[in-house]
């Protein structure tokens, strides 16, 4: 953009975000988010006997973006083109003694991510409600202070009969109300997670399958689905 600095710039970023929202939706951390589906995973299949626990040790451990050699990430992106392979295998290749094999077992590409993002869903709306408690807050104060504070009404953009700015805030602090309501209605059919394997059969995680699946979501924060959602995306258009 000819004339606005790269400085400029970050100081407009904040005119439609804020540095808090674009770190929920980071690339940082949207591998942080799969490398934490990963370790779940495994401390899930450890409990269960699938792989070693000293794997699933490793994995946990080794779970974080500082260790993961993006260099070698971006390398594999480039003869992949896949999303979340490159980090897989960069997950592979910070774990010791041979134990990066057991990385990713038995899930696909589509449980990942969408867990993923479904857990950067709930720290970005946890952003939201905080702010709209701050709104919130603010409007009963304004409310309060103008109860008695007249101003004309208006109907078909000419004054009519006065009302109160205090009563005209309170409409306000109504629908912000019933908006944090809705998202509190949402949460329960949006954090939801995804562990089922391949198109969606669990076939590949073993006949403890479903074991897999509940401890991994729980260990996470999430419900489990009551089927697998892997070709539905009412829950991310809800949002």
């Known amino acids: 953009m000819t004339g606005v600095s790269v400085f400029d710039m970050r100081i407009l970023q904040d005119s439609w975000s804020t540095k808090a929202m674009r770190d929920v939706f980071s690339e940082e951390n949207r591998i942080q988010k799969w490398l934490d589906v990963e370790a779940a995973l495994a401390k899930a299949q450890a409990s269960l006997g699938i792989i070693p626990k000293e794997a699933a040790d490793e994995i946990a451990k080794k779970a974080f973006y500082k260790f993961m050699d993006m260099d070698f990430i971006f390398a594999e992106f480039k003869k ?9 295998r960069g997950l592979e290749k910070a774990c010791e003694n041979g134990f990066g094999e057991f990385v990713h077992f038995g899930v696909t590409t589509q449980d990942i991510i969408d867990t993923g993002l ?9 952003l939201i409600k905080e702010k709209l408690k701050d709104i919130a807050k603010s409007l009963k104060n304004i409310a309060s202070e103008h109860k008695n504070t007249a101003m004309m009404g208006r109907t078909l953009a000419l004054q009519a009969l006065p009302i109160t700015f205090g009563h005209k805030v309170a409409i306000w602090l109504s629908e912000l109300a019933r908006h944090y309501d809705r998202i509190e209605e949402l949460e329960k059919r949006l954090y939801v997670g995804s562990i089922v394997g391949a198109v969606g059969t669990k076939a590949s995680l073993s006949d403890k399958c479903n074991e897999v699946e509940r401890l991994t979501l729980e260990s996470l924060g999430l419900c489990v689905p009551d089927i697998s959602w892997q070709p539905a995306r009412d829950r991310f258009i809800e949002l």
């Not at 857990?119 to 946890?126: H, N």
């Open 80 to 88: 992949t083109k896949h999303p979340l392979v490159p980090t897989v």
């Open 118 to 126: 479904v857990l950067q869903f709930k720290e970005g709306l946890k």
